[in-house]
């Protein structure tokens, strides 16, 4: 019996070192539990206990007091010695895990990405909004970013313009010092590797930032100078010797003497090649140096009117200027009240314009170009791609059909604000469409007085393409002619390509349909209108 019953006390042991809890934990009583209960934490309520009653009194003391005395004192006993101390000894203990090495704050992926992907975001920000102020703040944010963006391939073209343009003139002069004062340290630190420059809305300091660029910027290829004032001769000069690479000038809309300009010309001539500039009383002084040869590699020419259209006539001698620039391949005169010199009898026609791609005479209002000066022009041009004659009315299709030029590309013969030309009929537009259907990708006949049966024939060119062959066209202008519903929905199905087709003012149309088409899917819905809508015009 003495074996079973010693058995018997060593499961009742194990039983209670299983039930026991190990050392160091704390036991939750019922009476702890009856505590909460009454006295939540939290509820600014505290128990009494008397002999006979437990009183829950409302009040700031510390709620359960005695309860939380008495848990301390059992947590501070020891566990009493059994069967459950020698259980825990036979378990070994587990070795404590080593602790884990320190770890400084994460350095972003910022610095984890690789330089070079780093740069080409930075290029695309660029791109969209200019280097300034991105890059300088950019530059800021740690070393790896000031790193791309220090890169000299962001700062290829930048854009100048003082904040407080616009508003009153001490303003504007205090702005304009505070970014030269910038500038200072930008130039020789960043600009090393600049391109192109503009200045827009500089009228007082133009001077001093020029001079910089011409000692800190000796790749400099483009300058642009929008609404600047106070430009020197000796400044101009001394940029055009110290930037070996500047060829292209723009100063449109800018108040530069013409003494200035021809300066430069003389200086940089051989090397420019293009040249933009605004209409005005001394731009006789600047074509003339160009008809003088001081440019021959020139390769655009614009000469555009300001905001306020000057009344003097500009005359330009045709056959002089093919001499001077026989390299050009633009050349605009926008809307200029232009006076050719008669060429005169007996006088040899000029060498042509063999390079040129582009010619634009497009004005608002009436102007003194006929067959006569377009053919002078363009009789030695094979290369042309854009004729832009808008506001041309003394041009006719019977003068355009001898050009040399046998792939245009985009030809512009709208007539704006010239509503009373419907009145007289014009013939001939099929002589257009007939030698350019293969090439013409836009056409503009708006306000073009053509009849319905010459529009009609002019337009069913395109729909005569041999078969698997689709014409090129993809922009059609229509805007207040007498084309017909039945020309139009011809011309629509011949020409899976057109984007734009402008019916707005048509006479001959049904209403709904007068009005501008962008895109395929318009024009194609136009296209469905048409062949459901009632022929009848309104």
């Known amino acids: 019996m003495a074996p079973s019953a010693a058995r018997r006390a060593r499961r009742k042991a194990k039983r209670r070192a299983r039930s026991s809890p190990l050392a160091g934990t704390q036991t939750r009583s019922a009476e702890d539990w009856w505590w909460d209960r009454l006295a939540p934490s939290g509820s600014e309520c505290h128990l009494l206990q008397a002999d006979s009653m437990l009183l829950v009194l409302p009040g700031l003391g510390p709620a359960r007091a005695r309860a939380h005395r008495r848990s301390a004192r059992r947590a501070s006993r020891p566990p009493p010695p059994g069967p459950a101390e020698t259980a825990n000894a036979r378990v070994k203990p587990r070795p404590e895990p080593a602790p884990a090495p320190e770890q400084g704050p994460d350095v972003g992926w910022g610095d984890r990405m690789p330089l070079e992907v780093l740069v080409q975001i930075f ?30 391939s962001l700062w290829h073209t930048v854009t100048l313009s003082p904040p407080l343009a616009g508003r009153a003139a001490k303003g504007s002069v205090r702005a304009e010092k505070k970014l030269l004062a910038s500038l200072e340290w930008l130039m020789p630190n960043r600009f090393l590797q600049l391109q192109r420059l503009t200045l827009i809305h500089w009228k007082s300091q133009v001077d001093p930032v020029l001079k910089l660029v011409s000692k800190s910027c000796p790749r400099l290829s483009f300058l642009k100078l929008s609404d600047c004032h106070g430009v020197t001769v000796d400044t101009l000069a001394m940029l055009a010797r110290a930037c070996s690479q500047l060829h292209s000038l723009d100063l449109q809309h800018s108040m530069v003497e013409s003494a200035a300009v021809v300066s430069f010309l003389e200086e940089a001539g051989p090397r420019m090649r293009k040249l933009w500039l605004t209409y005005s009383s001394q731009t006789t002084a600047i074509l003339g140096a160009l008809l003088g040869s001081c440019c021959p590699q020139l390769q655009l020419l614009e000469v555009s009117s300001g905001i306020h259209r000057s009344s003097t006539p500009l005359q330009l001698p045709v056959e002089a200027l093919q001499k001077g620039c026989p390299q050009l391949q633009v050349l605009r005169l926008l809307n200029l009240m232009w006076l050719p010199k008669p060429s005169g009898r007996g006088v040899t026609p000029g060498p042509g314009f063999p390079s040129l791609e582009e010619l634009c005479l497009a004005s608002s209002a009436c102007n003194f170009v006929s067959n006569e000066v377009v053919g002078r022009l363009l009789h030695g041009s094979p290369s042309l791609r854009l004729l832009d004659l808008r506001g041309c009315a003394r041009v006719t299709p019977a003068g355009l059909q001898d050009l040399p030029c046998q792939e245009l590309e985009q030809l512009h013969l709208g007539l704006y604000g010239m509503s009373d030309r419907l009145s007289l009929v014009k013939e001939g537009s099929s002589l257009l469409t007939w030698k350019w259907h293969h090439t013409l990708r836009e056409l503009d006949l708006s306000g073009q007085g053509f009849s319905e049966r010459d529009l009609e024939q002019a337009l069913a060119v395109f729909s005569g393409m041999p078969r698997g062959a689709h ?58 209108q048409l062949l459901n809508s009632p022929a009848s015009p309104s």
């Not at 920000?125 to 970013?145: E, I, Q, T």
Request: charged content about 20%.
């Open 471 to 528: 014409p090129a066209l993809c922009s059609l202008n229509l805007r207040g002619t007498r084309v017909t519903p039945g020309t139009v929905s011809s011309l629509i199905s011949r020409c899976p390509g057109l984007l734009y087709l402008n019916l707005e003012s048509c006479r001959c149309l049904p209403r709904g349909l007068k009005r501008a088409y962008h895109g395929l899917e318009e024009v194609q819905g136009c296209l469905e």
């Open 123 to 152: 290029g695309l920000l660029v791109a969209a909004d200019g280097p300034m102020p991105f890059l300088g703040r950019a530059a800021r944010v740690c070393r790896r970013w000031h790193e791309a963006a220090t890169q000299p």
